[in-house]
Structures are given as structure tokens and as C-alpha cells.
């Protein structure tokens, strides 16, 4: 049996009672629908990084041939390599 959802005076209270319970303690979530944000971007920042002029030529070679930009290749790259070293 689940606790019943007080009613809110306002959007701020609403907040502030969530921040500070459980709310499977309130909701059911195993009839949850699953939902995907397909539009959202996850937060970059940019960097300098230093590599060899052989290395981002070849690079864009790569990414020439995939038809991809060539740091749109690294990412892929690095996101690969990081996914295998965490798995390990």
C-alpha cells in the first residue's frame, strides 16, 4: 500500500517535499512507461588537446571515408575505448 500525495500550495513546496522523500514510498513505479529523451544532448565542454599532425590526418581520412566529421570520429573512438576500459 502506497502513501497518499499530499496536495501543494505551489510548485515550490511540490520540490521541496520531493528533495526530501522517497518517492517509491508514493508511486508504483513497475507500471512506469519507459521514456526516452531521444532530442536531448548531453553537456559538453570544450578542450585543447595536442596530437601529432600525422594522427589527425589520418583521422580525417577515417572519418572522410565514413562520411563523418573527423571529431565526431574521435568521440565515437574515445567513447568506444573508455566503455572497454570500464568493462574490463
Known sequence: MKRKIPAFKNEKEERLFWEQND???????????E???SRLKPSTRIITIR??????????????KRDI??????KIFLAERIETELHQ
Open 23 to 33: 518517492s517509491s514510498e508514493y508511486i508504483d513505479w513497475s507500471d512506469a512507461d
Open 35 to 37: 521514456v526516452v529523451f
Open 51 to 64: 596530437l601529432p599532425e600525422l594522427m589527425i590526418e589520418e583521422l580525417k581520412l577515417i572519418a572522410n
Open 69 to 74: 566529421p573527423y571529431q565526431s570520429l574521435l
